[in-house]
């Protein structure tokens, strides 16, 4: 699992810096509520919503190209 910590506040970009060193910016709005510099945020795939999404845009879909 990929992990980030927030390196700083530059505004209303944070900025975020991955365990390879790499660095990127992300609307501070995106983070948790209470979101500090130094805290260590995770990503990961959230399997149950992609598949509930699939199954409504399959849905969707079928409607508009129904014959």
Known sequence: M??????RFEGDMAI?????RE???LLRRF?????KEGDILTLQI?????EAQK???NSLMDELFEK
């Open 46 to 50: 959230d399997k149950s919503k992609t």
């Open 55 to 57: 199954s409504q845009i």
């Open 2 to 7: 990929m992990h980030y910590t927030i390196d």
């Open 16 to 20: 975020l810096e991955a365990h390879t």
């Open 23 to 25: 660095t990127f910016t």
């Open 31 to 35: 983070l948790p509520q209470g979101a």
